[in-house]
């Protein structure tokens, strides 16, 4: 999903001369073709978030839009001000590409993991959200990213995260995708998940539907702008709502989710469950798969809180 | 201020004291009043110190268009210390950018003249306020310049109480990686930041050392003093060298009414009192 997402700049920049690459002191021969063949488009800057952000901004102002790469904490804690400011206040379509999304860099410890990059992301106006599955998925967004008029995040996986998009379904940015063929309608459950979660959360699917549960999935690329028509019609006709996230229970999906249902859905609220990163810093390193198995948003700790939740709704 | 009198600057720094000021110099102080009177409020030390550097900046060197305040070909000045904002309100509108009548509703709801400048100001290249902001978005236009063919320079206009800010020196190295000689930053050095006296607050000096050493070519003046100003843009404008420029303004807080200068109270006022007014209009008539 990574090199997907950065080869994806190389394929832009050769579609349209707006494009630039910013990186932030990344790794010796990173887009070394876009850097042969644009080399004027392509800058490796020094360990400055504030100022490549500010830097990026005035090219935009000028008619350029740049993508910024560096790790998914930096890119967003180092240098919000600036993201705030520069990017949002000014709305520019300047693209974040954060590494390392979640727990990718479990073995590397906190200050490396992106927990609540949604969360501030989503607070800031003007900004788009992004968190897509897989890199077949990437390359759809980042067709879409070129002539998006607003500031974007694009939250990154690890890398060779099984494919499990489909181009048939379509993509458009601010659009769910339902992930499950014939499960479109009423539902014992609704997942509602974004990122690798939502591989995690098809796996699951599968699980309880082999024990007759039935199960709808709403993939959330985007969770800001939330495709708050497509979760208020699923949540109407479900019994359980379960979102699924790699990323704190506070401020992202989870949230968005709540907020959407909170502020449109009429009638009665279903039941929402979120699972996620608990409001805590990690306190194992480890690898990311561990991770969520330890925080039970892998694809067992879904199916295991679906059944305890529908077994505690029957009763 | 015994630090100061041991500042090394070529510059005469009583004569930034008692630089006398011009009509015309007067009247952008007038307008600046005029937005505060009416809005109730306002930076003023911040913007007094600087309306002799953006004066001489619109008047002789940049090349924009008040009726085309967006072409492309235009030269770009940005007032990173956003709080100065009244002095580039007065220039723009004397100079056409908007209508001078704009300023009677500063600050007020449905005005677009507010505490910090921001863009849908016509004339106003970025939204600035924040500090610390503006050189690294200035880079990014100069480079936008470069990448496209484009002749504009970039100017920067930052406080000396701004370039405590890191962000400031981040943007300062990657000007100079970059050799990026449409850039000039400009440094209002009133020597007074809002809590007091910079050389107690968040001493810089030395200052020109500071800016030669992340591999701009500096260059100082009398920053209220119009004649000096322009000439020392012009030599920076001439200087052949591939660094980017930094221009130190020596200059006044509160330049031009007496009980202002110099004076870290008079550096936002929200309730000026009608003795306070009758002090402006003595200082710089009517």
């Given at each position: 999903m990574r090199k997907r997402s950065l080869d994806m700049v190389h394929t832009l920049a050769k579609r349209d001369e707006r494009v630039v690459f910013i990186g932030s002191d990344l790794s010796p021969n990173l887009l070394g073709e876009m850097k042969k063949e644009f080399p004027s488009r392509y800058y490796m800057e020094g360990i400055a978030e504030a100022n490549i952000i500010g830097m990026a901004a005035g090219m935009a102002m000028d008619g350029f839009v740049p993508y910024v790469n560096t790790i998914a904490t930096f890119i967003t804690r180092r240098c919000y001000e600036q993201v705030a400011v520069d990017l949002c206040l000014h709305d520019l379509p300047v693209r974040l590409i954060g590494n390392g999304g979640g727990y990718v860099y479990a073995p590397?410890?906190?200050?490396?993991?992106?927990?609540?990059?949604?969360?501030?992301?989503?607070?800031?106006?003007?900004?788009?959200?992004?968190?897509?599955?897989?890199?077949?998925?990437?390359?759809?967004?980042?067709?879409?990213?070129?002539?998006?008029?607003?500031?974007?995040?694009?939250?990154?996986?690890?890398?060779?995260?099984?494919?499990?998009?489909?181009?048939?379904?379509?993509?458009?940015?601010?659009?769910?995708?339902?992930?499950?063929?014939?499960?479109?309608?009423?539902?014992?459950?609704?997942?509602?998940?974004?990122?690798?979660?939502?591989?995690?959360?098809?796996?699951?699917?599968?699980?309880?539907?082999?024990?007759?549960?039935?199960?709808?999935?709403?993939?959330?690329?985007?969770?800001?702008?939330?495709?708050?028509?497509?979760?208020?019609?699923?949540?109407?006709?479900?019994k359980l709502v379960v979102t699924v996230e790699e990323h704190s229970v506070v401020g992202g999906l989870g949230s968005a989710v709540l907020e959407t249902l909170s502020d449109r859905l009429t009638g009665a609220l279903p039941p929402v469950k979120r699972l996620g990163i608990p409001d805590k810093f990690a306190e194992h390193y480890g690898s990311q798969a561990k991770l969520m198995e330890d925080f039970k948003f892998d694809a067992k700790g879904i199916d295991v809180t679906v059944r305890k939740f529908l077994a505690e709704l029957r009763r | 201020m015994n630090h100061q009198t041991a500042l090394k600057y070529a510059t005469d720094l009583d004569l930034v004291q008692q630089a006398t000021l011009d009509d015309?110099?007067?009247?952008?102080?007038?307008?600046?009043?005029?937005?505060?009177?009416?809005?109730?409020?306002?930076?003023?030390?911040?913007?007094?110190?600087?309306?002799?550097?953006?004066?001489?900046?619109?008047?002789?060197?940049?090349?924009?268009?008040?009726?085309?305040?967006?072409?492309?070909?235009?030269?770009?000045?940005?007032?990173?210390?956003?709080?100065?904002?009244?002095?580039?309100?007065?220039?723009?509108?004397?100079?056409?950018?908007?209508?001078?009548?704009?300023?009677?509703?500063?600050?007020?709801?449905?005005?677009?003249?507010?505490?910090?400048?921001?863009?849908?100001?016509?004339?106003?290249?970025?939204?600035?306020?924040?500090?610390?902001?503006?050189?690294?978005?200035?880079?990014?236009?100069?480079?936008?310049?470069?990448?496209?063919?484009?002749?504009?320079?970039?100017?920067?206009?930052?406080?000396?109480?701004?370039?405590?800010?890191?962000?400031?020196?981040?943007?300062?190295?990657?000007?100079?990686?970059?050799r990026l000689s449409n850039l000039t930053a400009i440094i209002d050095y009133n020597k007074i930041q809002s809590a007091g006296s910079v050389f107690e607050i968040q001493n810089m000096e030395p200052l020109a050392d500071k800016w030669t050493a992340f591999g701009f070519r500096v260059f100082e003046c009398n920053g209220h003093d119009v004649e000096d100003l322009r000439q020392v843009f012009r030599e920076a404008a001439a200087y052949a060298g591939d660094r980017p420029r930094a221009v130190i303004c020596h200059t006044v807080k509160g330049k031009g009414i007496p009980a202002a200068e110099n004076n870290p109270d008079w550096h936002h006022k929200s309730d000026l009192k009608p003795a306070e007014l009758q002090i402006v209009r003595s200082a710089l008539g009517s």
């Open positions: 590397l410890g906190p200050t490396h993991e992106a927990i609540e990059d949604i969360a501030i992301m989503r607070a800031l106006p003007r900004m788009t959200v992004t968190a897509v599955c897989d890199a077949e998925e990437m390359t759809r967004l980042m067709d879409a990213t070129l002539d998006w008029p607003h500031p974007i995040y694009i939250r990154l996986g690890k890398g060779g995260d099984p494919v499990i998009s489909k181009a048939e379904r379509g993509f458009a940015i601010g659009k769910a995708i339902d992930m499950i063929d014939g499960e479109t309608g009423a539902s014992d459950v609704l997942l509602i998940a974004t990122g690798v979660a939502t591989t995690q959360a098809l796996k699951a699917a599968g699980s309880l539907a082999a024990d007759g549960i039935r199960c709808r999935l709403l993939h959330l690329h985007t969770v800001k702008p939330i495709d708050a028509d497509a979760i208020v019609d699923a949540a109407s006709k479900t | 015309r110099s007067r009247h952008l102080r007038r307008l600046i009043f005029r937005a505060i009177e009416n809005g109730g409020r306002g930076h003023i030390g911040p913007a007094l110190s600087l309306v002799e550097i953006i004066r001489v900046l619109y008047d002789d060197f940049l090349r924009v268009d008040p009726a085309k305040p967006k072409q492309l070909e235009r030269d770009r000045f940005i007032l990173s210390k956003g709080h100065g904002c009244l002095a580039l309100y007065a220039v723009l509108a004397d100079r056409g950018f908007f209508d001078v009548s704009e300023l009677d509703r500063f600050c007020h709801f449905e005005s677009f003249l507010g505490g910090h400048p921001e863009t849908v100001v016509p004339g106003v290249e970025a939204c600035t306020g924040a500090l610390g902001h503006g050189l690294s978005i200035g880079l990014g236009m100069a480079l936008a310049a470069r990448m496209t063919g484009r002749d504009s320079k970039v100017y920067v206009l930052m406080g000396d109480g701004e370039i405590n800010e890191g962000s400031v020196w981040e943007a300062a190295a990657c000007a100079d990686k970059h």
